[in-house]
């Protein structure tokens, strides 16, 4: 189990975070502050949620411009071979486990720091059926299909990190708030999500992508969750990667019906909410100046 630990410690010069198989650290590829480099600590397989960048661990050598000694590739390719396969968990049965932790002590404490710097309400915790795992001391974050299935459960530990349960699959946040909606408001992460439902009238359906760098193909597979809409508000960050990630969605999703928000007192939806901005002054007209 975890295999690759000290291997990979060795190769990014950074030792791991998140304190399960899926392992965080900050991507040797760009620059960051937070970790968003992913990578399996048993099969090597990786993925950056900020820069879209992925492959295997002989990829992961070779984009580093070192080599995956042949005793290691022949000992990744017997370990293939004979692994058991691993059982499929039941995310929804985990989510809602960690939904009833959630209202623990400890739970209820790990939120309210989550809260204090958001501008989130309590009643988005209960929508968005946000959960404690104590084993990880991380809230959880679910994202639920329409058949009661989730797709991917993410944590947010204690000190900041963020971690993903293995076997999650990139998909849209909040999904089953905007099938067949007229208004959607797409945001960038869990987090905007959370802060814009608690904002946002009851006009405006809001979800969230997993990050900006999401390619044009899977847009195309998450677009008929849009077919419906008729304006679709992207108010991804306000940096190059934001810009970027919109624009990709944007040409996707049709420009005709979409509008960029911007975000001006902050870097994200978040923290221009907290900040005193509200959604209509970056051009959010559906619902009204309320918000």
Known sequence: MYELTNQIEELLGQQVRGGSVNASFLCPFHDERTPSFSIHLDSGLWYCFGCGRKGNLEGLYRGLGEELSEEDRNNRLIASVYREPEERKNFASLANGYRREFHTRAGQ?????????????????????????????????????????????????????????????????????????????????????????????????????????????????????????????????????????????????????????????????????????TLAEIGLVEAGDNV
Request: net charge negative; glycine share 10%; aromatic share 10%.
């Open 109 to 277: 404490e790990l939120w309210q720091r989550f809260a204090d710097v958001r501008p989130v309400t309590l009643s988005a915790a209960d929508h968005f059926s946000i959960g404690y795992n104590a084993e990880k001391s991380a809230l959880s974050f679910p994202y639920w299909n329409d058949d009661g299935t989730v797709t991917a459960l993410k944590y947010r530990h204690r000190d900041g990190s963020k971690s993903a349960e293995t076997g999650s699959k990139r998909s849209i946040y909040n999904v089953t708030d905007i099938v067949g909606r007229p208004v959607i408001l797409l945001c960038e992460g869990e987090s905007d999500t959370i802060a814009a439902w608690s904002r946002a009238g009851k006009e405006v359906s809001v979800c969230g992508s997993p990050g900006a760098s999401v390619s044009a193909s899977t847009w195309a597979n998450w677009s008929i969750d849009f077919l419906f809409a008729r304006t679709i508000y992207v108010a991804f960050d306000s940096d190059e990667a934001g810009d970027d990630g919109a624009n990709a969605a944007m040409r996707v999703l049709g420009d005709e019906r979409c509008v960029r928000l911007r975000p001006t007192r902050g870097g994200d939806i978040s923290e221009h909410i907290t900040n005193g901005g």
